[in-house]
């Protein structure tokens, strides 16, 4: 029998009709001949109501203690949706990541998979019995319970998939597939029947929320197709696989990205070293930097250098280079988090003459300041103000006819 892997957002598990409806599903496919590997998120909101809870008792709730407690919520998910599988008499049991065999490493918040041990997955398989994991969630060395992140549900089902050698990853949600833009910011943008890995990769990491990047990136490395599809209709959604066979235009989506902040540190010396100064500590704390701007030295040999970081990472960043400001002989530093990244994605530019100078021009007739380019061999980013990147996406998604 074929091993399928299906990922369960939290919209599709946020009601006692949702989780009935999705072991309908589940209960379906199972009759149908197939082993089933389920991971599931915490029901609706609830990761961010027991982040709210943590902090009604502590201004800065310890790190591991606060992962224990988000990891509740994929926990809650799994057994209610076990209980409703049993009582429609399907065999199925839940299982913690610590159970599937997840290990991670030692960041707490922002942990990474470090290997799977599939055993206890494959003895309830041998048992006929549907597999229900709490995402989100593996455990360290130390034994403790450590998350992976925002989406982190979706890293957990595609490594599993690796792990078991299924023959899909399917993830569920509440959008219907990849669409050429947010269809809440262009409600006219277009839905894509396949995507490349190459392609994903860089619209989940520049701020399309369907997938998370690392899960594209495992499921490339280990030639894994993904389907991103509704939990809420019967509709096909996107298969993301080893390339796209579509007849498609040059530039294949747009993102927006509102979780950005912006450091500069004005007056930096311009001498070996210092980028690994600056940065370093950062790495250290597990915080990671997406652009980085370094101007060119004139004269007197002082430059200025800015870098972007999540929002959630911001307060901690910024603390971080202002205790280094001395040390490194610059003369201060300045954040921004009122900012938002808009990116415009498609392997189609490689070889296509003018796309650059096509978003500037329609930035500038729209009045929208750009603060910040960077670039890669598919990607052109901009940042810009947070109250004007909707409108830019709108406007370039115009001009490039998607």
């Given at each position: 029998?074929?091993?399928?892997?299906?990922k369960?957002?939290?919209s599709?598990?946020?009601?006692d009709?949702?989780?009935?409806?999705?072991?309908g599903?589940?209960?379906k496919r199972?009759?149908?001949?197939?082993?089933?590997?389920?991971?599931?998120?915490?029901?609706?909101?609830t990761?961010?109501?027991?982040?709210?809870?943590a902090?009604?008792?502590?201004?800065?709730?310890?790190?591991?203690e606060?992962?224990?407690?988000?990891?509740?919520?994929?926990?809650?998910?799994?057994?209610?949706?076990?209980?409703?599988?049993?009582?429609?008499?399907?065999?199925?049991?839940?299982?913690t990541?610590f159970?599937?065999g997840?290990?991670?490493?030692?960041?707490?918040?922002?942990?990474?998979?470090?290997?799977?041990?599939?055993?206890?997955?494959?003895?309830e398989l041998?048992?006929?019995?549907?597999?229900?994991i709490?995402?989100?969630?593996?455990?360290?060395?130390?034994?403790?319970?450590s998350?992976?992140?925002?989406?982190?549900s979706?890293?957990?089902?595609?490594?599993?998939?690796?792990?078991?050698?299924a023959e899909?990853c399917?993830?569920?949600?509440?959008?219907?597939?990849?669409?050429t833009?947010d269809?809440?910011i262009?409600p006219?943008?277009?839905?894509?029947?396949?995507?490349?890995?190459?392609?994903?990769?860089?619209?989940?990491?520049c701020?399309?929320?369907?997938?998370?990047?690392?899960?594209?990136?495992l499921?490339?490395f280990?030639?894994?197709p993904?389907?991103?599809?509704?939990s809420?209709?019967?509709?096909?959604?996107?298969?993301?696989?080893?390339?796209?066979m579509?007849?498609?235009?040059?530039?294949?989506?747009?993102?927006?990205?509102?979780?950005?902040?912006r450091?500069?540190?004005?007056?930096?010396?311009?001498?070996?070293?210092?980028?690994?100064?600056?940065?370093?500590?950062?790495?250290?704390?597990?915080?990671?930097?997406?652009?980085?701007?370094?101007n060119?030295s004139i004269e007197g040999n002082?430059?200025?250098?800015?870098?972007t970081?999540?929002?959630?990472n911001?307060?901690?960043?910024?603390?971080?280079?202002e205790s280094i400001i001395k040390?490194?002989?610059?003369?201060?530093?300045?954040?921004?988090?009122?900012?938002?990244?808009?990116?415009?994605?498609?392997?189609?530019m490689r070889?296509?003459?003018?796309?650059?100078?096509?978003?500037f021009?329609?930035?500038?007739?729209?009045n929208?300041n750009?603060?910040?380019?960077?670039t890669?061999?598919?990607?052109?980013s901009?940042?810009?103000?947070?109250?004007?990147a909707?409108?830019?996406v709108?406007?370039?998604?115009k001009?490039?006819?998607?």
């Open positions: 029998m074929l091993i399928i892997v299906q369960y957002g939290g599709s598990l946020a009601t009709e949702q989780i009935k409806k999705i072991a599903w589940i209960a199972k009759k149908e001949g197939n082993q089933l590997v389920v991971i599931v998120s915490a029901r609706g909101d990761t961010d109501e027991l982040i709210d809870l902090h009604r008792f502590s201004d800065r709730p310890d790190k591991r606060l992962d224990t407690l988000l990891s509740t919520g994929e926990i809650v998910s799994s057994t209610l949706l076990v209980m409703t599988l049993i009582s429609m008499d399907c065999k199925a049991v839940s299982l990541g159970q599937a997840i290990k991670t490493n030692g960041y707490h918040g922002q942990a990474r998979i470090l290997s799977i041990n599939p055993q206890r997955i494959l003895k041998k048992k006929d019995k549907i597999v229900v709490a995402g989100f969630q593996g455990i360290n060395k130390e034994m403790d319970v998350t992976l992140g925002r989406g982190g979706d890293l957990t089902a595609t490594a599993i998939a690796a792990a078991l050698g899909i399917e993830i569920y949600t509440d959008v219907r597939g990849v669409f833009a269809p809440s262009v006219q943008s277009t839905k894509l029947n396949e995507i490349g890995y190459d392609e994903m990769l860089e619209l989940a990491g701020g399309a929320k369907v997938l998370h990047p690392r899960s594209v990136e499921a490339e280990y030639n894994m993904i389907l991103v599809a509704s809420f209709t019967d509709e096909p959604g996107t298969f993301v696989g080893k390339e796209s579509e007849v498609r235009s040059k530039i294949r989506g747009i993102t927006c990205d509102l979780n950005i902040a450091i500069t540190i004005v007056g930096v010396p311009d001498r070996p070293g210092i980028a690994s100064a600056i940065f370093e500590p950062l790495a250290q704390s597990s915080i990671s930097v997406d652009t980085i701007v370094q060119t002082i430059i200025d250098v800015s870098f970081v999540s929002k959630n911001f307060g901690e960043a910024l603390k971080i280079i040390s490194i002989d610059a003369k201060a530093c300045l954040g921004d988090s009122e900012l938002g990244k808009v990116s415009i994605i498609g392997t189609g070889n296509t003459p003018g796309c650059a100078s096509k978003i021009k329609t930035l500038y007739e729209n929208i750009i603060k910040i380019i960077s890669s061999d598919i990607t052109i901009c940042i810009v103000n947070k109250d004007e909707h409108r830019a709108q406007a370039l998604h001009a490039f006819n998607l």
